[in-house]
T-cell receptor, first 112, second 113 residues
Framework: NAGVTQTPKFQVLKTGQSMTLQCAQD?????MYWYRQDPGMGLRLIYYSASEGTTDKGEVPNGYNVSRLNKREFSLRLESAAPSQTSVYFC???????????FGNGTRLSIL | AQSVTQLDSQVPVFEEAPVELRCNYS??????LFWYVQYPNQGLQLLLKYLSGSTLVKGINGFEAEFNKSQTSFHLRKPSVHISDTAEYFCAVSSSGTYKYIFGTGTRLKVLA
């Protein structure tokens, strides 16, 4: 029972490099989300996808892009990484009707 | 706009003592409320949820919360905590007609022996 799987678990990048964070869920959920978690700031929504084929900006979308590849997969891309993007990134999914979210274990990203 | 306030950033409590973690929200429409727990280096796990019905909600690990619409609160309680309850706790709100969930800044519960 995998739930939400994120890869990689850890990554160190240099400023200006690009990378894609992967997320997959096996619960047949329609909605998927990307958050970043920084100390003292809780979770802030970067982008979300209400259903396959749609994506929308959240609270802090600048510097990020997303792709909802299919119902299972939702990726987050940093085109040109900046030190301010050093954070822990969480992917989540949820079923219809404001059901609780299920979270992955996070990707710890450091940008030097 | 929705918002969630967790006023206590840290709560120390002795083992076997009761604890209350406070959560207040603001929303102009019907809300759905959640408490999550995060252990070190892990993702968030659902503790309990209020979607409708009884305002007293029971969750896992002996936690419960009460939805108080007039005070716009959803405080989390446990009558007797264990060392293993040491973790960070997040309150979250969602509203009918939106796909977004708004999280509080978290409360770090430290249970002391």
């Amino acid at each position: 029972n995998a739930g939400v799987t994120q890869t990689p678990k850890f990554q160190v990048l240099k400023t200006g490099q690009s990378m894609t964070l992967q997320c997959a869920q096996d619960m047949n959920h329609n909605s998927m989300y990307w958050y970043r978690q920084d100390p003292g700031m809780g979770l802030r929504l970067i982008y979300y996808s209400a259903s396959e084929g749609t994506t929308d900006k959240g609270e802090v979308p600048n510097g990020y892009n997303v792709s909802r590849l299919n119902k299972r997969e939702f990726s987050l891309r940093l085109e040109s990484a900046a030190p301010s993007q050093t954070s822990v990134y969480f992917c989540a999914s949820s079923g219809q009707g404001n059901q609780p979210q299920h979270f992955g274990n996070g990707t710890r990203l450091s940008i030097l | 706009a929705q918002s969630v306030t967790q006023l206590d950033s840290q709560v120390p409590v002795f083992e076997e003592a009761p604890v209350e973690l406070r959560c207040n929200y603001s929303s102009s429409v019907s809300v759905y409320l959640f408490w999550y727990v995060q252990y070190p280096n892990q993702g968030l796990q659902l503790l309990l949820k209020y979607l409708s019905g009884s305002t007293l909600v029971k969750g896992i690990n002996g936690f419960e919360a009460e939805f108080n619409k007039s005070q716009t609160s959803f405080h989390l309680r446990k009558p007797s905590v264990h060392i293993s309850d040491t973790a960070e706790y997040f309150c979250a709100v969602s509203s009918s007609g939106t796909y977004k969930y708004i999280f509080g800044t978290g409360t770090r519960l430290k249970v002391l022996a």
